[in-house]
């Protein structure tokens, strides 16, 4: 009996958390794994490294799915390999035909696979897409990838074969997922036909769209499938469309447009955006781009080297509609290529619309999308660990640029001179370099965002009693005598390790404190959101009615933690979401007790 021919198995990802595990285990019947990641922003290089350290680990910036491919392939020590997605199943019964296929000396040299498509975790039925064929079985020494910059085909020397196992194919887990994988090969499919001279014209933006919709959901029987079958003809339809959308930018793309990122909320709120500022810089280096925010949030984009202008809407413009009229001219007489709202409220929509920009984006609203040339809907779940609020703000930059990593972690910019500051503040204060500092955030903005003062005593004699850290209350000027009333419900030996003395002035003097703590423990809120844009380890307590999925981001269960009473008791929540149980904030404070949540923050302050 000859030797047992050796196979790799092989695959390119970008953000699978929800899906690398099954894949590698799925995987497992291979002498060799190799994944190439593209960046990914969430948590599936850790869990391959850390969970699979037999797998052999690459990281590669994407250019396009076949110099991936390529790149991939390049890398298996093995002749024979089975290159499966992510998001691709085979059963037990085809891994052991592979087994037999390869071990049989076939003069084929390459496989193709039946896929049945998966949507919304239910396979689909006289489905077009279960028509689909795919090699994922093929000898590395006689197979390449073509040079198309999207659905790639495999050159083959020699001949193929069929297998009779199929693939399962869950390729899409909802709405949003599938939308966004389509937008990523229509932005593919128009670079392509953009290096092919194809122009723009009314047919491809009306037709073609009609008729894909047409061919998918009549012609191939996609009716069947009930309200799934409609939902994927229209993005199908909407994909082709977008392709050509794309392609006419591509025709008309300036180097250098002036772009203007609008955000005008609160102090996490433009912290949060700030990434779409970073992102759309990295796309386009040579832009002007300005961002429109309200006063008091500068303090957190000062410095920001993404950013070169900062436009502020003052106060007067809200309160005089006249000056309102004249600031929205104003934006219109700048002249801007690219306009990016990211608050949708009607006086965005407004400059939106009067801006004179070519392209347009914003989030999808029945009664303003008419305002925009591109929106997006919001998304219900994450897609990675930076959280909903990030996540959604990167779907805005996805509509320009869909295929490339993009940067999700706002960050604040502190100067050498600030951060000097800091650490001199401290120093006058009797606290030394080397000592351990927590930054308290010990109310909210508001009472019904505030864990109660008596629940909050108790967790700060928690912190005293298991560290030696000095204590350093984080509130506004107006919010004083709440901290003294907190400070009065703490131990005696608390009080000691309470720096009630310690108030940075301004926003900025406060950042250069924080950048020297060990940690912010507290209520969640902007102060939260800048301790992680400097990289200081949060634990976050979050308000019985905010979602926590939302700003939860970047946890890590080490030095990124956040608690939520929907975390404990699910079940005073039932289908409610926690922001249609506003009205009941203070009451739900009454359950959320400080014994649930001193077990991880016990162990929190062991680790930071």
């Given at each position: 009996?000859g030797?047992?021919?050796r196979?790799?198995?092989?695959?390119?990802?970008?953000?699978?958390?929800?899906?690398?595990?099954?894949?590698?285990?799925?995987?497992?019947?291979?002498?060799?794994?190799?994944?190439?990641?593209?960046?990914?922003?969430?948590?599936?290089?850790?869990?391959?490294?850390?969970?699979?350290?037999?797998?052999?680990f690459?990281?590669?910036?994407?250019?396009?799915?076949?110099?991936?491919?390529?790149?991939?392939?390049?890398?298996?020590?093995?002749?024979?390999?089975?290159?499966?997605?992510?998001?691709?199943?085979?059963?037990?019964?085809?891994?052991?035909?592979?087994?037999?296929?390869?071990?049989?000396?076939?003069?084929?040299?390459?496989?193709?696979?039946?896929?049945?498509?998966?949507?919304?975790?239910?396979?689909?039925?006289?489905?077009?897409?279960?028509?689909?064929?795919?090699?994922?079985?093929?000898?590395?020494?006689?197979?390449?990838?073509?040079?198309?910059?999207?659905?790639?085909?495999?050159s083959?020397?020699?001949?193929?074969?069929?297998?009779?196992?199929?693939?399962h194919?869950?390729?899409?887990?909802?709405?949003?997922?599938?939308?966004?994988?389509?937008?990523?090969?229509?932005?593919?499919?128009?670079?392509?036909?953009?290096?092919?001279?194809?122009?723009?014209n009314?047919y491809?933006?009306?037709?073609?769209?009609?008729?894909?919709?047409f061919?998918?959901?009549?012609?191939?029987?996609?009716?069947?499938?009930?309200?799934?079958?409609?939902e994927?003809?229209?993005?199908?339809?909407?994909?082709?469309?977008?392709?050509y959308?794309?392609?006419?930018?591509?025709a008309?793309?300036?180097?250098?447009?002036?772009?203007?990122?609008?955000?005008?909320?609160?102090?996490?709120?433009?912290?949060?955006?700030?990434i779409?500022?970073?992102?759309?810089?990295?796309?386009?280096?040579?832009?002007?781009?300005?961002?429109?925010?309200?006063?008091?949030?500068?303090?957190?984009?000062?410095?920001?080297?993404?950013?070169?202008?900062?436009?502020?809407?003052?106060?007067k413009?809200r309160?005089?509609?006249?000056?309102?009229?004249?600031?929205?001219?104003?934006?219109?007489?700048?002249?801007?290529d690219?306009?990016?709202?990211?608050?949708?409220i009607?006086?965005?929509?407004?400059?939106?619309?009067?801006?004179?920009?070519?392209?347009?984006?914003?989030?999808?609203?029945?009664?303003?999308s008419f305002v925009?040339?591109?929106?997006?809907?919001?998304?219900?779940?994450?897609?990675?660990?930076?959280?909903?609020?990030?996540?959604?703000?990167?779907?805005?930059?996805?509509?320009?640029?869909?295929?490339?990593?993009?940067?999700?972690?706002?960050?604040?910019?502190?100067?050498?001179?600030?951060i000097?500051?800091?650490?001199?503040?401290?120093?006058?204060?009797?606290?030394?370099?080397?000592?351990?500092?927590?930054?308290?955030?010990?109310?909210?903005?508001?009472?019904?965002?505030?864990?109660?003062?008596?629940?909050m005593?108790?967790?700060?004699?928690l912190?005293?009693?298991?560290?030696?850290?000095?204590?350093?209350?984080?509130?506004?000027?107006s919010?004083?005598?709440?901290?003294e009333?907190?400070?009065?419900?703490?131990?005696?030996?608390?009080?000691?390790?309470?720096?009630?003395d310690i108030?940075?002035?301004?926003?900025?003097e406060?950042l250069?404190?924080?950048?020297h703590?060990?940690?912010l423990?507290?209520?969640?809120?902007?102060?939260?959101?800048?301790?992680?844009?400097?990289?200081?380890?949060?634990?976050t307590?979050?308000?019985?009615?905010?979602?926590?999925?939302?700003?939860n981001?970047f946890?890590?269960?080490?030095?990124?933690?956040?608690?939520?009473?929907?975390?404990?008791?699910?079940?005073?929540?039932?289908?409610?979401?926690?922001?249609?149980?506003?009205?009941?904030?203070?009451?739900?404070?009454?359950?959320?007790?400080p014994?649930?949540?001193?077990?991880?923050?016990?162990?929190?302050i062991?680790?930071?």
């Amino acid at each position: 009996m000859g030797e047992k021919i050796r196979i790799s198995a092989l695959a390119i990802v970008l953000n699978e958390e929800h899906n690398i595990r099954q894949y590698l285990d799925n995987m497992s019947f291979a002498d060799e794994i190799i994944v190439v990641d593209s960046f990914s922003s969430d948590n599936t290089p850790k869990i391959i490294q850390e969970e699979y350290p037999h797998v052999k680990f690459y990281q590669r910036a994407f250019d396009d799915f076949s110099s991936q491919r390529n790149y991939t392939l390049e890398l298996a020590t093995n002749d024979w390999v089975v290159f499966f997605d992510a998001d691709e199943r085979v059963t037990q019964r085809g891994i052991d035909e592979i087994i037999a296929t390869v071990n049989g000396n076939p003069e084929e040299v390459a496989f193709w696979f039946k896929r049945i498509f998966y949507y919304k975790g239910r396979p689909m039925v006289n489905n077009s897409f279960n028509k689909d064929r795919a090699i994922r079985l093929f000898r590395k020494s006689k197979c390449k990838y073509s040079e198309k910059l999207v659905h790639e085909t495999l050159s083959i020397k020699g001949k193929s074969g069929h297998l009779t196992e199929s693939i399962h194919h869950y390729s899409f887990k909802s709405k949003e997922d599938f939308l966004e994988k389509r937008l990523q090969y229509s932005k593919l499919k128009a670079k392509e036909l953009y290096q092919k001279g194809v122009k723009t014209n009314l047919y491809h933006l009306s037709v073609r769209p009609a008729f894909r919709f047409f061919k998918y959901y009549i012609l191939g029987l996609g009716f069947l499938n009930g309200s799934r079958g409609l939902e994927i003809a229209g993005i199908l339809g909407y994909h082709v469309y977008m392709r050509y959308v794309y392609l006419r930018e591509m025709a008309n793309h300036k180097e250098d447009p002036k772009i203007l990122v609008i955000q005008q909320k609160m102090i996490g709120d433009v912290l949060a955006s700030s990434i779409i500022c970073a992102n759309l810089k990295a796309l386009y280096p040579q832009s002007t781009l300005d961002y429109l925010i309200y006063p008091f949030t500068k303090p957190v984009v000062e410095n920001n080297p993404t950013i070169d202008n900062l436009v502020l809407f003052d106060q007067k413009y809200r309160d005089s509609k006249w000056k309102f009229i004249n600031f929205v001219f104003d934006i219109r007489k700048r002249n801007y290529d690219i306009v990016v709202d990211a608050y949708g409220i009607l006086g965005s929509n407004i400059i939106v619309g009067f801006s004179k920009a070519k392209t347009r984006i914003g989030f999808y609203k029945s009664y303003s999308s008419f305002v925009y040339t591109h929106t997006v809907e919001e998304l219900k779940t994450p897609l990675t660990n930076a959280g909903l609020a990030l996540d959604n703000r990167m779907q805005l930059v996805r509509v320009l640029e869909p295929v490339l990593p993009l940067v999700n972690r706002p960050e604040i910019h502190l100067t050498q001179e600030e951060i000097s500051y800091g650490r001199a503040f401290l120093d006058s204060k009797g606290i030394p370099a080397g000592r351990k500092v927590y930054m308290i955030s010990v109310l909210g903005s508001l009472n019904i965002k505030t864990y109660p003062a008596a629940y909050m005593a108790q967790l700060l004699d928690l912190i005293t009693q298991n560290s030696e850290a000095v204590l350093i209350f984080n509130y506004i000027p107006s919010q004083q005598k709440e901290a003294e009333e907190l400070y009065n419900l703490c131990s005696d030996a608390t009080k000691e390790r309470i720096r009630m003395d310690i108030s940075p002035g301004t926003i900025r003097e406060f950042l250069s404190v924080l950048y020297h703590c060990n940690a912010l423990i507290g209520n969640e809120g902007g102060a939260v959101n800048m301790a992680k844009a400097l990289y200081i380890p949060t634990f976050t307590i979050f308000s019985t009615w905010i979602k926590k999925e939302a700003w939860n981001s970047f946890e890590d269960g080490t030095n990124t933690i956040s608690v939520h009473l929907k975390d404990f008791k699910p079940e005073l929540y039932g289908d409610t979401s926690p922001k249609e149980m506003k009205p009941k904030a203070m009451e739900l404070y009454n359950a959320f007790t400080p014994d649930l949540i001193i077990p991880a923050l016990k162990k929190y302050i062991e680790i930071n």
